[in-house]
């Protein structure tokens, strides 16, 4: 994930706009991580440089 679509990515949940904690990152790409939302407390997962935007409720 790039970090630049912190700018257009928000909370399925409030629509919130979502913080980055990055974990891991190759070159300017975020490998592992976590986006959170400070409106609504809900985290996101970033796995494979890829972000699990689904409400929590609807995770496996």
């Known amino acids: 994930m790039r970090p630049d679509l912190l700018e257009i990515l928000r909370c ?18 975020i490998v592992e991580g976590t986006l959170t939302c400070p409106a609504c407390r809900v ?5 494979d440089g890829i972000p699990d935007l689904l409400p929590p409720d609807e995770r496996d």
Do not use: A, H, N
Not at 12 to 29: A, F
Not at 43 to 47: C, H, L, M, N, R
């Open 12 to 29: 399925p949940v409030c629509r919130g706009e979502l913080q980055l904690r990055s974990g891991r990152t190759e070159g300017d790409e």
């Open 43 to 47: 985290e996101y997962p970033i796995s």
